[in-house]
C-alpha cells in the first residue's frame, strides 16, 4: 500500500473537517421542500390527467366560448369584491398594529397590489410579506411592527379558511368529500367545537386590550371589533374567491355549497405547497377529485376562465398601475396622494418585472405546446421555408423558459436581467410571428418590453463576479410551471397515438412532432438548470486570491492601526479612493459586500469611501456589511440607514506603564523565567530574514493545526502564505537552535500599535509557552516605544444581558455564559485580562431588519464557515 506523507495526510484531513462544515443540512432542507412542492404539482398534474382523459382541447375551446357574458361578467364582480377585502386585511392589521402611521390607501394599496403579484407568482417566488415589508418600511415602520402586520394579515384569511371549514362541517356533514369525513356526527361535532372557539376567542378580545407573548416576542392583538371585521373580511375575501369559480362551473356540477367551499379551501392551500404560480395543476386536480368533475370539458373551461379572471386580470391591473404610476413620475405632474401612490408602487416594481417576465415566458412556453392554426401556417409556408418554423418553434421554447429564469434576476434589480429581458421578449416576438403568425403574441412581448423599458431606473445593480444559481423556491416554481406547461401539451396531442418516427418528422402540419422535441429542450434546460443550482448552490465560499493594488501596502505601512495588515494577505477585494489615499478591502459572502473593518487612509477619504462601498454594495444588489468596526464611527454607518450589532470586546495594552513587576503580573514573569529556565530563548527577526526561515515556520505552523484539529481561518485573521508572511518581522521562541514557537508582528505607523497575527507552536512545547511568548513581545514592544499592544478580540464579551437590552444583546450574553462547551468564551477574556487591558466594543454593521441575520450568516461562512468562529479575531 503506497504511504502518504505526513503533511498530505494532514491537508486530506483538514480539507475533510473543511468540507464536513459545509451547511448540506440547510442545503439538502431546501432542495426537498423545493422537490416536495414540484412532486405536490407533477401528482396533481397526473390526478389532472387520469380524471380528464376523455376530454380533448377541441371541446374545452368550444366550452370555453360557449360561457355567457353574463356569467364572465359576474366572476369579475366577485373577483373585484375578493380583492377589496384583501385590501381590508391590510388596512385592519396597520391600524391594530400602527396606528395613525400609515394612510389608508396606501395600506390598501399593499395589501391588493401585494396579493395579485404574488397570486400570479406563486408564493415560493415572491411572497406577499415581502412585498408589504419594503413598502411598510418606506413608510418607517419598522421590522417588529412589520412581522406583527403580515401575521395579523394573515391571521385573517386562515381564519377563514378554518371557519368555512368548520361551517362546511357543521351545515352538510353527510356531504363532505372522503378526503375529510371522519362520519357526520364526528364532521359536525368538530365544526361546532371550531366555530365556538372562535366566538370565545372574540369575547375574550371584547373584555380588555390583549397581548399575544410567545417567549420574548409580543404581539399585540386587534380589539374584539377589529377581529370581527378582519374575520369578516376574511370570509368575504375566500368566498367571493370560490364564488367566482362557482358561477363559472357548469350547472348542476355542484351538489353541496359547503362542501364545494370545503373543497375550494383545500385546493388553495394545495396549490401554496406546490409553488407553482396561482397553484396551477395542483388547485385543479383538487377542484376536479374532489367535486368529482372529471370527463367534464365545461368544467375544465371553468377553470381555465378562472385562471383568466381570478389570477391574469388582477395583474395585468398591477401592471396597468405601476405604468400610470411610472408615467406620471417622469412627468412630474404629481401631487398629494399620488405622490403616495408612486412611493408605494416603486419598491414593488422589480417583482412585478419579474411577474412580466414570468408571465412572457409561461406565454411562450403555452404558445409552442399547442397546436397553432392551420390558416396561419398555410399562409406562413407561402412566405418561410420548413426550416425556419421548426427552428423558430425550438427557439419560442427556449426563449419562454429562459424568460421565467431572468425573472429572478429582475426581482433583484439586476441590470443585465433587464437588459437580456429586453432582447428575449424581442426574440420572443419575432419567434411568435415566424413559427406561426401569431401577431397577439407578438403584440403581447412588444408591450411587456415596453413596460420595461418604462421601469429602466429601477435596474442598475451590477453584480460581481458570481456563479449562477437558482434558489431552490425559484427552481421549485420554474419546475411545475414547466411540467404544467407540458401536461398541457400531452393533453392537446392525446388524441395522437405515439410512434418513434414522430420524433424526425418535418412537415408544415407535424405539430405533434414539433411538440415532443420542444419537450426535450425544455427537460434538458431544466435538467441543466437544476445540475447548476446543485453545484453552485449557495455553500461557504472559497476566498481565492485577488491582486493587491501597488498603492496597498504603503497606505499599509502609514495606517496606525496594526490590523489594516490583512490588506497584505490577498484574499480580499479593494475599492480604491480615486486619488490613492485610502480603500476599503471586502469579500463577497452570499448575499452580502463584507468589508474587513472600516475604510482604511487618511480622515478626510473615510467617510466618503465608507458611502462608496454602500454604494458599490446596493449598485451590485447585495448587502452593506462592516465586519469589526470600533465606536469612533458609528455616527458614520447610523447615517448610512445600517444597523450595529456588538460582538464583543477588543482588548489593548497601554504599554506606556507596563511592566512585569507586581504581584497582577506574577504569572507573566514566571512564564518568562520559566522559558530562560527551559532554555527557550526570545528573537524578533526582522521580515528580511523570514523567508530563510520558511521552511521552519510551516513546520510548526502545521503541528500546530495538527494538534487543534482546525484548519486555516481567513479574512479576519492571516492564514499561512509565504507571500503574506514575508511583509512582516517574526517573533520566535527557539530551543536548542529549533523554532518551537513564533507569531508575525502587525505594526502600526507612528509606533501607535502594535500586534500578532498568526500565534502558533510545536505541540510538546513549555505549558506556558504563550504566556511566556506574550510577555516577551509586550516588553520588546514597549522598548520599541509603542503605545499601544492589540490582543484582539473577546468575542460577546460585554453584551448587555438586561430585559431592556436588545435581543441580540440578549442571545449574545446568553450564549457568553452558557456557551461553555461549545468555545470557551469567558477563558479567552481571562487569558488576556491578565495583560491589564482597557476593553473596548467591537461592531458587525449591516442592514437591520429581515437583512440582519442573513448579514451576520454570511460574515459567518466568510470568517470560517463556523457559527461560533465569526466572534474571533
Same mark, same amino acid.
Given at each position: 500500500?503506497?504511504?502518504?506523507?505526513?503533511?498530505?495526510?494532514?491537508?486530506?484531513?483538514?480539507?475533510?473537517?473543511?468540507?464536513?462544515?459545509?451547511?448540506?443540512?440547510?442545503?439538502?432542507?431546501?432542495?426537498?421542500?423545493?422537490?416536495?412542492?414540484?412532486?405536490?404539482?407533477?401528482?396533481?398534474?397526473?390526478?389532472?390527467?387520469?380524471?380528464?382523459?376523455?376530454?380533448?382541447?377541441?371541446?374545452?375551446?368550444?366550452?370555453?366560448?360557449?360561457?355567457?357574458?353574463?356569467?364572465?361578467?359576474?366572476?369579475?364582480?366577485?373577483?373585484?369584491?375578493?380583492?377589496?377585502?384583501?385590501?381590508? /386585511?391590510?388596512?385592519?392589521?396597520?391600524?391594530?398594529?400602527?396606528?395613525?402611521?400609515?394612510?389608508?390607501?396606501?395600506?390598501?394599496?399593499?395589501?391588493?397590489?401585494?396579493?395579485?403579484?404574488?397570486?400570479?407568482?406563486?408564493?415560493?417566488?415572491?411572497?406577499?410579506?415581502?412585498?408589504?415589508?419594503?413598502?411598510?418600511?418606506?413608510?418607517?415602520?419598522?421590522?417588529?411592527?412589520?412581522?406583527?402586520?403580515?401575521?395579523?394579515?394573515?391571521?385573517?384569511?386562515?381564519?377563514?379558511?378554518?371557519?368555512?371549514?368548520?361551517?362546511?362541517?357543521?351545515?352538510?356533514?353527510?356531504?363532505?368529500?372522503?378526503?375529510?369525513?371522519?362520519?357526520?356526527?364526528?364532521?359536525?361535532?368538530?365544526?361546532?367545537?371550531?366555530?365556538?372557539?372562535?366566538?370565545?376567542?372574540?369575547?375574550?378580545?371584547?373584555?380588555?386590550?390583549?397581548?399575544?407573548?410567545?417567549?420574548?416576542?409580543?404581539?399585540?392583538?386587534?380589539?374584539?371589533?377589529?377581529?370581527?371585521?378582519?374575520?369578516?373580511?376574511?370570509?368575504?375575501?375566500?368566498?367571493?374567491?370560490?364564488?367566482?369559480?362557482?358561477?363559472?362551473?357548469?350547472?348542476?356540477?355542484?351538489?353541496?355549497?359547503?362542501?364545494?367551499?370545503?373543497?375550494?379551501?383545500?385546493?388553495?392551500?394545495?396549490?401554496?405547497?406546490?409553488?407553482?404560480?396561482?397553484?396551477?395543476?395542483?388547485?385543479?386536480?383538487?377542484?376536479?377529485?374532489?367535486?368529482?368533475?372529471?370527463?367534464?370539458?365545461?368544467?375544465?373551461?371553468?377553470?381555465?376562465?378562472?385562471?383568466?379572471? /381570478?389570477?391574469?386580470?388582477?395583474?395585468?391591473?398591477?401592471?396597468?398601475?405601476?405604468?400610470?404610476?411610472?408615467?406620471?413620475?417622469?412627468?412630474?405632474?404629481?401631487?398629494?396622494?399620488?405622490?403616495?401612490?408612486?412611493?408605494?408602487?416603486?419598491?414593488?416594481?422589480?417583482?412585478?418585472?419579474?411577474?412580466?417576465?414570468?408571465?412572457?415566458?409561461?406565454?411562450?412556453?403555452?404558445?409552442?405546446?399547442?397546436?397553432?392554426?392551420?390558416?396561419?401556417?398555410?399562409?406562413?409556408?407561402?412566405?418561410?421555408?420548413?426550416?425556419?418554423?421548426?427552428?423558430?418553434?425550438?427557439?419560442?421554447?427556449?426563449?419562454?423558459?429562459?424568460?421565467?429564469?431572468?425573472?429572478?434576476?429582475?426581482?433583484?434589480?439586476?441590470?443585465?436581467?433587464?437588459?437580456?429581458?429586453?432582447?428575449?421578449?424581442?426574440?420572443?416576438?419575432?419567434?411568435?410571428?415566424?413559427?406561426?403568425?401569431?401577431?397577439?403574441?407578438?403584440?403581447?412581448?412588444?408591450?411587456?418590453?415596453?413596460?420595461?423599458?418604462?421601469?429602466?431606473?429601477?435596474?442598475?445593480?451590477?453584480?460581481?463576479?458570481?456563479?449562477?444559481?437558482?434558489?431552490?423556491?425559484?427552481?421549485?416554481?420554474?419546475?411545475?410551471?414547466?411540467?404544467?406547461?407540458?401536461?398541457?401539451?400531452?393533453?392537446?396531442?392525446?388524441?395522437?397515438?405515439?410512434?418513434?418516427?414522430?420524433?424526425?418528422?418535418?412537415?408544415?402540419?407535424?405539430?405533434?412532432?414539433?411538440?415532443?422535441?420542444?419537450?426535450?429542450?425544455?427537460?434538458?434546460?431544466?435538467?441543466?438548470?437544476?445540475?447548476?443550482?446543485?453545484?453552485?448552490?449557495?455553500?461557504?465560499?472559497?476566498?481565492?486570491?485577488?491582486?493587491?493594488?501597488?498603492?496597498?501596502?504603503?497606505?499599509?505601512?502609514?495606517?496606525?492601526?496594526?490590523?489594516?495588515?490583512?490588506?497584505?494577505?490577498?484574499?480580499?477585494?479593494?475599492?480604491?479612493?480615486?486619488?490613492?489615499?485610502?480603500?476599503?478591502?471586502?469579500?463577497?459572502?452570499?448575499?452580502?459586500?463584507?468589508?474587513?473593518?472600516?475604510?482604511?487612509?487618511?480622515?478626510?477619504?473615510?467617510?466618503?469611501?465608507?458611502?462608496?462601498?454602500?454604494?458599490?454594495?446596493?449598485?451590485?444588489?447585495?448587502?452593506?456589511?462592516?465586519?469589526?468596526?470600533?465606536?469612533?464611527?458609528?455616527?458614520?454607518?447610523?447615517?448610512?440607514?445600517?444597523?450595529?450589532?456588538?460582538?464583543?470586546?477588543?482588548?489593548?495594552?497601554?504599554?506606556?506603564?507596563?511592566?512585569?513587576?507586581?504581584?497582577?503580573?506574577?504569572?507573566?514573569?514566571?512564564?518568562?523565567?520559566?522559558?530562560?529556565?527551559?532554555?527557550?530563548?526570545?528573537?524578533?527577526?526582522?521580515?528580511?530574514?523570514?523567508?530563510?526561515?520558511?521552511?521552519?515556520?510551516?513546520?510548526?505552523?502545521?503541528?500546530?493545526?495538527?494538534?487543534?484539529?482546525?484548519?486555516?481561518?481567513?479574512?479576519?485573521?492571516?492564514?499561512?502564505?509565504?507571500?503574506?508572511?514575508?511583509?512582516?518581522?517574526?517573533?520566535?521562541?527557539?530551543?536548542?537552535?529549533?523554532?518551537?514557537?513564533?507569531?508575525?508582528?502587525?505594526?502600526?505607523?507612528?509606533?501607535?500599535?502594535?500586534?500578532?497575527?498568526?500565534?502558533?507552536?510545536?505541540?510538546?512545547?513549555?505549558?506556558?509557552?504563550?504566556?511566556?511568548?506574550?510577555?516577551?513581545?509586550?516588553?520588546?514592544?514597549?522598548?520599541?516605544?509603542?503605545?499601544?499592544?492589540?490582543?484582539?478580540?473577546?468575542?460577546?464579551?460585554?453584551?448587555?444581558?438586561?430585559?431592556?437590552?436588545?435581543?441580540?444583546?440578549?442571545?449574545?450574553?446568553?450564549?457568553?455564559?452558557?456557551?461553555?462547551?461549545?468555545?470557551?468564551?469567558?477563558?479567552?477574556?481571562?487569558?488576556?485580562?491578565?495583560?491589564?487591558?482597557?476593553?473596548?466594543?467591537?461592531?458587525?454593521?449591516?442592514?437591520?431588519?429581515?437583512?440582519?441575520?442573513?448579514?451576520?450568516?454570511?460574515?459567518?461562512?466568510?470568517?470560517?464557515?463556523?457559527?461560533?468562529?465569526?466572534?474571533?479575531?
Amino acid at each position: 500500500m503506497t504511504s502518504i506523507p505526513g503533511n498530505e495526510k494532514q491537508t486530506r484531513r483538514i480539507e475533510a473537517r473543511a468540507q464536513s462544515r459545509l451547511p448540506w443540512g440547510k442545503k439538502t432542507k431546501s432542495a426537498l421542500f423545493a422537490f416536495f412542492g414540484i412532486a405536490v404539482a407533477v401528482i396533481g398534474l397526473l390526478v389532472l390527467d387520469h380524471l380528464s382523459s376523455g376530454i380533448s382541447i377541441h371541446d374545452v375551446k368550444q366550452s370555453i366560448h360557449a360561457i355567457p357574458g353574463s356569467v364572465l361578467l359576474t366572476a369579475l364582480f366577485f373577483t373585484f369584491v375578493s380583492f377589496a377585502a384583501v385590501a381590508l /386585511y391590510d388596512v385592519v392589521a396597520v391600524e391594530t398594529i400602527a396606528p395613525g402611521r400609515v394612510p389608508y390607501h396606501i395600506s390598501a394599496m399593499a395589501g391588493g397590489a401585494g396579493y395579485a403579484i404574488s397570486n400570479a407568482l406563486g408564493f415560493s417566488l415572491l411572497t406577499g410579506g415581502a412585498l408589504r415589508y419594503r413598502v411598510y418600511a418606506a413608510e418607517g415602520i419598522d421590522i417588529a411592527d412589520i412581522g406583527r402586520i403580515i401575521g395579523t394579515s394573515w391571521m385573517a384569511i386562515w381564519f377563514a379558511f378554518t371557519i368555512l371549514i368548520a361551517v362546511a362541517l357543521v351545515i352538510d356533514p353527510s356531504r363532505i368529500p372522503w378526503l375529510f369525513s371522519f362520519g357526520p356526527v364526528l364532521d359536525q361535532l368538530i365544526g361546532i367545537l371550531v366555530l365556538f372557539a372562535v366566538a370565545v376567542l372574540l369575547y375574550w378580545l371584547s373584555r380588555r386590550e390583549r397581548t399575544l407573548n410567545i417567549g420574548r416576542l409580543s404581539v399585540r392583538l386587534p380589539s374584539s371589533q377589529g377581529a370581527l371585521l378582519q374575520i369578516l373580511a376574511g370570509l368575504v375575501d375566500v368566498a367571493a374567491a370560490a364564488a367566482t369559480l362557482y358561477v363559472l362551473l357548469p350547472a348542476g356540477s355542484v351538489n353541496s355549497i359547503p362542501a364545494f367551499a370545503l373543497v375550494y379551501v383545500v385546493a388553495v392551500a394545495l396549490g401554496i405547497i406546490s409553488h407553482a404560480p396561482g397553484g396551477i395543476g395542483a388547485f385543479e386536480a383538487t377542484i376536479v377529485a374532489g367535486l368529482g368533475l372529471g370527463q367534464n370539458p365545461d368544467a375544465i373551461a371553468a377553470l381555465v376562465a378562472y385562471r383568466v379572471i /381570478y389570477t391574469l386580470i388582477p395583474f395585468l391591473m398591477a401592471i396597468a398601475g405601476f405604468v400610470v404610476s411610472e408615467a406620471l413620475r417622469r412627468r412630474h405632474l404629481i401631487a398629494g396622494p399620488t405622490i403616495s401612490a408612486v412611493r408605494m408602487f416603486e419598491p414593488l416594481i422589480p417583482p412585478l418585472s419579474a411577474g412580466i417576465a414570468f408571465l412572457g415566458g409561461i406565454v411562450l412556453l403555452i404558445s409552442a405546446v399547442i397546436p397553432d392554426l392551420h390558416h396561419r401556417l398555410e399562409m406562413l409556408a407561402d412566405i418561410l421555408p420548413l426550416p425556419f418554423l421548426e427552428m423558430s418553434h425550438l427557439g419560442a421554447s427556449f426563449v419562454g423558459l429562459a424568460l421565467l429564469i431572468v425573472a429572478r434576476g429582475l426581482a433583484r434589480r439586476l441590470w443585465r436581467a433587464w437588459f437580456l429581458a429586453l432582447i428575449l421578449f424581442s426574440l420572443g416576438a419575432i419567434f411568435a410571428l415566424s413559427k406561426a403568425f401569431a401577431w397577439e403574441e407578438a403584440l403581447m412581448l412588444a408591450l411587456m418590453a415596453g413596460t420595461l423599458l418604462l421601469f429602466r431606473d429601477s435596474f442598475y445593480r451590477k453584480p460581481l463576479g458570481e456563479h449562477f444559481s437558482l434558489s431552490w423556491g425559484w427552481l421549485a416554481s420554474v419546475g411545475t410551471t414547466a411540467f404544467s406547461i407540458l401536461w398541457l401539451g400531452l393533453f392537446a396531442y392525446r388524441h395522437v397515438e405515439y410512434a418513434n418516427q414522430l420524433w424526425w418528422e418535418f412537415a408544415w402540419d407535424a405539430q405533434a412532432s414539433r411538440f415532443l422535441r420542444v419537450s426535450v429542450l425544455i427537460l434538458t434546460f431544466l435538467a441543466a438548470i437544476t445540475i447548476n443550482t446543485i453545484i453552485n448552490g449557495v455553500g461557504r465560499g472559497k476566498l481565492r486570491a485577488q491582486p493587491i493594488p501597488e498603492q496597498v501596502p504603503d497606505l499599509v505601512a502609514m495606517s496606525p492601526s496594526a490590523s489594516d495588515a490583512l490588506a497584505l494577505l490577498g484574499d480580499k477585494r479593494f475599492l480604491m479612493d480615486p486619488q490613492g489615499k485610502g480603500f476599503v478591502m471586502y469579500a463577497r459572502s452570499g448575499g452580502s459586500l463584507v468589508s474587513m473593518g472600516e475604510p482604511v487612509g487618511s480622515d478626510d477619504v473615510i467617510a466618503d469611501l465608507a458611502w462608496a462601498f454602500r454604494g458599490l454594495a446596493d449598485r451590485t444588489g447585495t448587502r452593506t456589511v462592516f465586519y469589526g468596526v470600533g465606536p469612533e464611527r458609528l455616527p458614520l454607518f447610523l447615517d448610512m440607514g445600517l444597523t450595529a450589532l456588538k460582538l464583543g470586546e477588543v482588548a489593548r495594552v497601554d504599554l506606556s506603564d507596563f511592566s512585569l513587576e507586581g504581584s497582577k503580573r506574577q504569572p507573566l514573569r514566571y512564564a518568562a523565567r520559566r522559558l530562560e529556565k527551559e532554555g527557550i530563548s526570545f528573537e524578533i527577526l526582522p521580515k528580511g530574514q523570514t523567508a530563510d526561515i520558511m521552511d521552519e515556520l510551516r513546520a510548526v505552523s502545521d503541528a500546530w493545526l495538527e494538534m487543534k484539529s482546525g484548519s486555516e481561518k481567513r479574512f479576519s485573521l492571516g492564514s499561512f502564505e509565504n507571500a503574506y508572511l514575508s511583509h512582516f518581522d517574526i517573533a520566535v521562541l527557539r530551543k536548542e537552535g529549533a523554532i518551537v514557537a513564533f507569531a508575525n508582528v502587525w505594526r502600526g505607523a507612528g509606533n501607535q500599535e502594535i500586534a500578532v497575527d498568526l500565534m502558533r507552536h510545536v505541540p510538546d512545547a513549555s505549558s506556558v509557552i504563550m504566556d511566556g511568548l506574550f510577555a516577551n513581545l509586550l516588553m520588546a514592544a514597549k522598548g520599541e516605544g509603542y503605545r499601544w499592544f492589540n490582543l484582539g478580540a473577546a468575542p460577546l464579551s460585554g453584551l448587555s444581558d438586561s430585559h431592556l437590552a436588545s435581543r441580540w444583546n440578549r442571545i449574545g450574553s446568553f450564549i457568553y455564559r452558557r456557551g461553555a462547551e461549545f468555545y470557551r468564551f469567558d477563558g479567552l477574556r481571562a487569558f488576556k485580562d491578565k495583560f491589564g487591558p482597557k476593553w473596548t466594543p467591537y461592531y458587525l454593521i449591516c442592514p437591520p431588519g429581515l437583512a440582519t441575520p442573513r448579514s451576520l450568516i454570511d460574515a459567518t461562512n466568510l470568517v470560517s464557515g463556523s457559527p461560533f468562529e465569526v466572534f474571533k479575531r
